[in-house]
């Protein structure tokens, strides 16, 4: 299939006639991005989805990304164009192991991550993204124990920010992000020392880029630990000639397109997610014409973590 003109034509006409609004996640192909009504990282999508006035959210995302726009809009049509579409964070804890968790921290608040399942969620007092897991966590009393789940590094990025010694961390971690590692990002910070460094908080580099910044290897001022909508905003209004990015690819297409003056480079141009590509041109199309993968969320589960998921959309607005 080739993504020309008359494919987003026809994604267009199929979105109207099924009155579905397109969201993209920031990592997702560039023509998907393209194509969306709106792209954003995991916070301004879920807000989207949940003021949205469609009546079918197509989530052009993984699939904890479409449960969560289903948690939140329980009344609209869901649909992923593929449901294959996972992610080895979401997979790192189930809802037993959070139980197991629980038992063993009575009274303790649990923060987890969006990259998890529903049933993990339904478990949960409080859900956070990359954007806000620092205002979620400072919203509550310091002094009561608190469980961050399930990425260690985002975990850790909280921890230093917030200070916080009762905050418990599970050992999880997203392969993507995680492979993208220090020793890169040392190389190409030193060879473009004049370069901004755009991080996200899951790579297992940021405690690298803090580093280099400690150092005094880079100006503390040049290091950015960021969420996929912060780095865009950040884009718009840096002065830099050069920013070497740690994240997924994907979000390479908006940074470009935010600030085309500016070169963007990646820390590791091999940091693909395979689920994000999953939804392809092709599966998009399929998705609008025959109205699936729909996404399901059973009704218990869904009610016991709506609250959860609606704080996280109110805190950090
Ligand atoms: P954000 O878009 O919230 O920064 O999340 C990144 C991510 O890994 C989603 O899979
Ligand atoms: Fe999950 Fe990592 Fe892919 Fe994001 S990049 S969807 S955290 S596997």
């Known amino acids: 299939l080739v993504a020309g003109p008359d494919w987003a034509d026809e994604v267009r ?3 109207r006639e099924r009155d579905a609004v397109v969201l993209a996640h920031n990592y997702q192909r560039p023509e998907i991005q393209d194509v969306a009504d709106h792209t954003g990282d995991s916070l301004a999508l879920s807000r989207i989805a949940a003021a949205s006035d469609a009546s ?25 164009p593929d449901a294959r579409a996972g992610c080895s964070l979401a997979d790192s804890i189930t809802a037993d192991e959070l139980r197991a968790w629980k038992a063993e921290h ?3 608040v649990v923060v987890s991550y969006v990259n998890t399942t529903a049933a993990v969620k ?11 897991a620092v205002e979620v966590v400072e919203s ?3 002094d009561r124990d608190v469980l961050f789940l399930p990425d260690q590094f985002l975990g850790a990025h909280v921890r230093r920010v917030t200070g916080r010694s009762n905050l418990h961390i599970w050992a999880g971690e997203c392969h993507v992000h995680a492979g993208i590692n220090g020793a890169e990002l040392t190389a190409q910070a030193q060879a473009d020392p004049e370069a901004d460094l755009f991080v996200h908080p899951e790579c297992g580099c940021a405690t690298s880029a803090l580093y280099l910044a400690g150092a005094g290897a880079v100006p503390a001022d040049q290091v950015h630990i960021l969420s996929t909508g912060g780095m865009l905003d950040a884009a718009k209004n840096t002065t830099k000639r050069s920013v070497l990015v740690a994240t997924e690819v994907g979000m390479l297409h908006q940074l470009r ?5 500016v070169d963007f480079r990646a820390v590791n141009d091999r940091a693909a997610c395979s689920y994000m590509k999953m939804i392809t041109p092709g599966a998009l199309t399929r998705a609008l014409r025959d109205g699936r993968d ?13 609250g959860a998921v609606q704080r996280m959309i109110e805190i950090g607005q």
């Open 257 to 261: 397109r935010a600030n085309p003056d």
């Open 56 to 80: 079918t959210i197509v989530f052009c995302g993984v699939h904890f990304m479409a449960e969560t726009a289903k948690i939140l809009a329980s009344e609209k049509t869901v649909l992923i």
């Open 294 to 306: 729909e996404v399901h969320v059973d009704a218990a589960t869904a009610q016991k973590a709506r």
């Open 13 to 15: 006409r199929l979105a």
């Open 140 to 142: 509550i009393d310091a």
């Open 106 to 108: 009575p009274g303790a």
């Open 122 to 132: 339904a478990e949960t007092d409080v859900c956070c993204t990359s954007s806000n």
